[in-house]
């Protein structure tokens, strides 16, 4: 009908005017024409524009494979591996990267959240040097053996560093101050009456936390207690980021009979994330690299 005449004019009647006369759009007409012509004929899709860089996307997908293969964690998004093979002296755009892992179905899984209004706590909750807040939360997980068993965690707000970890039958206040107190220990080298004077830790209002025990605790240790808002998770973003990571890499993936058991290979897991998950905010660099880096800085400064 576009292509029709106008008897009046001798002109053609125009898309953009038939689908205003019928009052269907044209992004209609475009998508069943794209449909007609079936999948033989659809565009294929585009590739790198320019210089094609140190390998063919053939070879980069490849290696692209490799690193995911060999990392040890899961859900690693395409910065990390991007950075990776920079790591390897396989230099490439980020985009690039990518680009092939999304054609390639090798892209992290993600989830899409609700949005958010401004809050008043807009800001941040990173800090500039470690030990001056931590976060602390805690999951559950199933034990084949002796049921339900609850995981305590503490995250250092400036390196991401796991500082505490911790599993126990019971999910009550005492079992909750247990990463707490491995890490002022770590950190702190000591565990005194305001052994940690300067530092706050981050929780949300479940029981555990604001118990008058837990909240005791942290006052004996000099410890600033920083509940979180209610129902805001970002609040305590930094536990519930290495949480995620935990369940991805840990508990999603592997059974346990006993809780020891499970224990134990929390405090693998731990050692593990600690000494080889890379932080992008801070370089791509492990936390225990940050810390290293700051450690140094403060001798030097000395």
Known sequence: MSQATSPSTGRPYGLARVCRAWK???S???HRRKQARGPAEAKPLAGKRGPQGPCSDEELVEHIRRVLRES???GEGYRKVWAKLRFEKIRTSPERVR???REHGLQAPGRVGHAHGPKAHD???ITPRPDMMWGTDLTTTITTEEGTAHVFVAVDHCTCECVGIHAAKSGNRFQALEPIRQAVRQSFGRFQEGAATGLAVRHDHGPQYLADDFQKELAFLGIESSPSFVREPQGNGCAERFI???KENLLWVRHFRTIEELRLALLE???RYNHEWLIERHGYKTPTAVRHSFTAS?????
Do not use: K, S
């Open 28 to 30: 209609t007409v475009y």
């Open 99 to 101: 680009r092939l892992m």
């Open 269 to 271: 897991f731990q050692h």
């Open 244 to 246: 995620r990571t935990l």
């Open 123 to 125: 800001g941040t909750i």
């Open 298 to 302: 403060l001798e030097t400064a000395a």
């Open 24 to 26: 269907l759009p044209r």
């Open 72 to 74: 040890p964690f899961h």
